[in-house]
C-alpha cells in the first residue's frame, strides 16, 4: 500500500523530470518550488561534476553536492519515521512499539487512532519533544535525534491543548511567538496582523485569550504555529474538544493551508476528521501501524460494498430472494428495522439488477442502497475494537468521548 | 547565538512583565502579602520581642528579616509559573521552537526577580512608614537591596527545579511552601536565636536565610546579636558567607533546571 519511494540517481534524472537546479540554501522544495523548477529546467542537463553525499541514515534521501554546495536532492517524503519505540515507566507503558510512517511532501497524513495509541508520542518524537528508545526519524530530510536544532526551524506545531498564554491577548501571544522565531520587532507586529486577519481573529486581537471561545483559541494556536510558515506542519487533534461548528471552521482553516502545499501531519481520533482532510491515513493502534493507505483503500481492505434495501413486511422474504440472487453471499435480514443486506462485488450493476427484479415483481422499496463500509467498520475490523474504547495515554488524558459519526 | 540567547531570554521575561499589566492583580498581591506580613509582625509581635539591643526597636530588625523571607519565597513565583506553563503546553511550544535551551528558564528567573524590585520597594515604603530607619549610608543601603535581588534570583532557580519536576501547579505551591517555610522560621528572621534550644541554634547560624538576614542587618546599620555560634564563621562574616551560598545555590541549581528544561516531558 505504502507508495515506493521514488529514488532520482543522478542529477540529471532529476533534471528530466523536472526537480532540479539550485535549491540551496533549502535544501528541501515543497511541491510549489518544484512546479517553478519544472518551468525552468525541465531536461535541461545540469553541468559540472557533482558528487553523492551517501546519507546511511536516511538512504532515500540522496544529496548531490556540487564543489561543496548542497544543490540537489531527491527526497520525496518529508517525514520519514522508522521502527520508533518509546516505552515510560521503565517499560511498563509501551507507547510506541516498532511505528513506522512517512508522508509524502506537499500531502496530508491523516495518524488515525484511539487514546492510548501513540499518536501524540509519535508527534511528539517527531517534533523533537521526545527522543525515542529506539528507532530513526527525519522531517524535511533531517535527523531529529541528531540535529533537533534545524528540525525546529522548519516545523510547526499545534498540539491538542490550546499552548498559547491565556493571561495575555492574542496579538501579545502572536508577536511575542514572532520574536522567539527571531523577526524583527516591526515584523512581529506585521505578521501578528497578518495572522490574526488570515484567521478572523482581528476583533479578538486586544482581548486577553481567556475571553476566547474554543475554537478561537485552536485558530490563535494555529496561526501561533504557523508564524515562519512552516514546510511541515504537525498537528496533534486539532478539533478535539470544540463543538461541530468549531470543528468545521477548523476543517476549512486546514484546507486552506494545505492547499497552499504545506506538508501536514494531523493526528486525529475522529474517523471523519481523517476521511475529510487526509491525503493518506496510517491507522494505529498499541503503538503500531495497523493500516495504512487512502481512504477508499482501507474501506475496500475492509470488504467490498453492500447492497442494503429496506421494504415493507409482507415484501421481506421476496427481497430476500432477489438479494441472495444478485449477489450469491450471505443474506442477512433485519426483520426490526425491515432491512436486508448481502455484499456485492458488481459495484452498481448489482444495484441495477436489483432494482429490476423488483420492478418486475412490483415490489416498491423504502430504501434502496449501495453502502461502502465507513471508517468506523474500518477500525472495528482492523482492531476489533471500536475507535473509542480503549485506556488514555498519558498526555491524551481528559474526559473526551470520541464522537461516532 | 550568544545574541539570541540574551534577546530570547528578555522576550520570555518581557512575556511576564506583560503578564502583570493584563492581571495587574497578580502584582498587587504579591506585594500585599508582605506588607501585611510587615504589619502583623511589626504590631502584634513587635510588642513581645526583646530585641536585646538597648535604643533599638524590634521593627529595626524586622524589616531584613522580612526583606530575606519574602525574596526567599521567589521561588514558589517561579515554580508554580513554570508548573502551570507545563500543564498547559506552553513549554511544549517553547521547545518546539528554534531558541536558546536556556532562554525560557533564564528569562523566567530573571522575571521573577525584576518582579522583586517592584515589591521590596513597596515594602521599603511600607517599613518606614511603622518606624524603620536604616542607620547607614546610601550606598550601604542600596547595596543590602543588591544582596537581597541576588539572592531572589538564586533562589528563583531552585523553584526552576521544582516547578518543571511537579505534575501540577497545585502540588508545586504545597512542595515550595514545606520547603522554604520552615527555612524562613528556623532562622534570626523575626526572633532571635538565642531563644531557640541549643542544636537548633547551629542550624539556624547556618541557615543562609540567617546569613542574609544578619548580612543585611549589618548594611542597614545594625549590630547582630547571636547565640552559641557567635564566634562561627557565618556569623562573623555573614556577607561573604551569603555570598557563597548563592554562588553554591546557583551553580547547582542553573546546570540542573537547565538540564531539566532540556529533557522535560509535559505530564
Request: proline share 5%.
Amino acid at each position: 500500500m505504502i507508495n515506493p519511494i521514488k529514488v532520482f540517481e543522478t542529477p540529471n534524472d532529476l533534471a528530466k523530470i523536472g526537480i532540479a537546479g539550485i535549491m540551496s540554501p533549502k535544501p528541501t522544495a515543497t511541491r510549489k518550488e518544484i512546479e517553478v523548477k519544472t518551468a525552468t529546467s525541465l531536461g535541461r542537463p545540469l553541468k559540472g561534476e557533482f558528487n553523492l553525499i551517501l546519507n546511511q541514515a536516511f538512504p532515500e534521501v540522496r544529496i548531490w553536492q556540487q564543489r561543496g554546495k548542497i544543490t540537489t536532492i531527491g527526497q520525496v517524503k518529508a517525514v520519514i519515521a522508522e521502527n520508533l519505540i518509546k516505552t515510560y515507566d521503565k517499560g511498563k507503558i509501551r507507547a510506541l512499539d516498532g511505528l513506522s510512517l512517512d508522508v509524502e511532501e506537499g500531502t496530508v497524513l491523516g495518524v488515525l487512532g484511539p487514546n492510548g495509541a501513540g499518536k501524540t508520542t509519535t508527534v511528539r518524537i517527531l517534533a523533537t519533544l521526545l527522543t525515542p528508545d529506539s528507532g530513526r526519524a527525519s522531517v524535511a530530510g533531517i535527523d531529529v535525534i541528531k540535529n533537533p536544532g534545524k528540525v525546529r526551524e522548519v516545523i510547526g506545531l499545534s498540539g491538542q491543548y490550546a499552548a498559547v498564554d491565556e493571561t495575555l491577548t492574542g496579538w501579545d501571544n502572536l508577536t511575542m511567538f514572532s520574536r522567539l522565531y527571531h523577526l524583527s520587532p516591526a515584523a512581529s507586529k506585521k505578521r501578528a496582523d497578518e495572522l490574526l486577519e488570515q484567521f478572523s481573529l482581528t476583533d479578538a486581537a486586544k482581548r486577553p485569550i481567556k475571553t476566547y471561545s474554543g475554537g478561537m483559541r485552536r485558530r490563535l494556536d494555529l496561526a501561533a504555529s504557523l508564524i515562519v510558515k512552516p514546510k511541515i506542519l504537525f498537528l496533534d487533534e486539532p478539533t478535539t474538544g470544540l463543538d461541530p461548528r468549531g470543528r468545521i471552521e477548523m476543517w476549512e482553516v486546514i484546507q486552506g493551508l494545505v492547499k497552499d502545499g504545506t506538508t501536514l501531519l494531523l493526528t486525529t481520533q475522529y474517523l471523519e476528521e481523517a476521511d475529510q482532510l487526509a491525503d493518506e491515513i496510517a491507522v494505529i493502534d498499541h503503538g503500531k501501524v495497523i493500516a495504512r493507505g487512502t481512504s477508499d483503500q482501507l474501506k475496500k481492505e475492509v470488504g467490498g460494498e453492500r447492497l442494503e434495501i429496506v421494504a415493507e413486511a409482507k415484501d421481506l422474504k421476496q427481497v430476500a430472494e432477489i438479494v441472495g440472487k444478485v449477489s450469491g453471499g450471505k443474506v442477512l435480514v433485519e426483520e426490526g428495522s425491515r432491512q436486508v443486506s448481502a455484499p456485492v462485488t458488481t459495484g452498481s450493476r448489482a444495484l441495477i439488477e436489483a432494482v429490476r427484479s423488483l420492478d418486475d415483481l412490483g415490489i416498491h422499496p423504502l430504501d434502496i442502497a449501495l453502502k461502502r463500509p465507513s471508517l468506523d467498520d474500518v477500525f472495528i475490523a482492523l482492531t476489533g475494537h471500536v475507535a473509542e474504547e480503549n485506556k488514555p495515554e498519558e498526555g491524551e488524558v481528559k474526559s473526551r468521548r470520541g464522537r461516532r459519526k | 547565538m550568544i545574541k539570541y540567547a540574551i534577546s530570547d531570554s528578555l522576550i520570555i521575561t518581557k512575556r511576564q512583565l506583560l503578564q502583570l499589566i493584563r492581571v495587574p492583580e497578580v502584582l498587587i498581591f504579591s506585594t500585599i502579602q508582605p506588607v501585611m506580613f510587615v504589619l502583623l509582625f511589626r504590631y502584634v509581635f513587635g510588642g513581645s520581642i526583646s530585641t536585646g539591643i538597648p535604643g533599638v526597636d524590634y521593627v529595626q530588625l524586622l524589616m531584613p528579616g522580612i526583606f530575606v523571607q519574602t525574596v526567599a519565597f521567589t521561588l514558589a513565583g517561579t515554580a508554580v509559573g513554570l508548573a502551570e506553563d507545563m500543564q498547559k503546553g506552553l513549554i511544549d511550544r517553547f521547545r518546539s521552537l528554534p531558541i536558546s535551551r536556556s532562554a525560557v528558564v533564564f528569562g523566567r528567573t530573571l522575571g521573577d526577580g525584576a518582579l522583586n524590585i517592584v515589591v521590596l520597594a513597596v515594602m521599603g515604603l511600607a517599613g518606614y512608614a511603622v518606624g524603620w530607619r536604616p542607620s547607614s549610608g546610601i550606598f550601604s543601603i542600596l547595596l543590602g537591596f543588591a544582596f537581597l535581588l541576588l539572592f531572589g534570583f538564586a533562589m528563583a532557580w531552585v523553584g526552576v527545579l521544582i516547578g518543571l519536576s511537579v505534575r501540577s501547579a497545585r502540588v508545586a505551591n504545597a512542595a515550595v511552601f514545606i520547603a522554604v517555610f520552615p527555612l524562613t522560621f528556623l532562622s534570626n528572621a523575626f526572633a532571635p536565636t538565642t531563644g531557640m534550644p541549643r542544636a537548633l541554634q547551629y542550624f539556624a547560624e547556618w541557615n543562609p536565610v540567617s546569613t542574609m538576614v544578619a548580612g543585611c542587618r549589618e548594611l542597614f546599620g545594625l549590630q547582630n546579636i547571636f547565640g552559641v555560634t557567635a564566634n562561627s564563621w557565618p556569623s562573623q562574616n555573614p556577607l561573604e558567607m551569603s555570598l557563597i551560598y548563592m554562588v553554591i545555590i546557583m551553580a547547582i541549581f542553573i546546570p540542573l533546571s537547565v538540564r531539566k528544561y532540556i529533557n522535560t516531558a509535559s505530564k
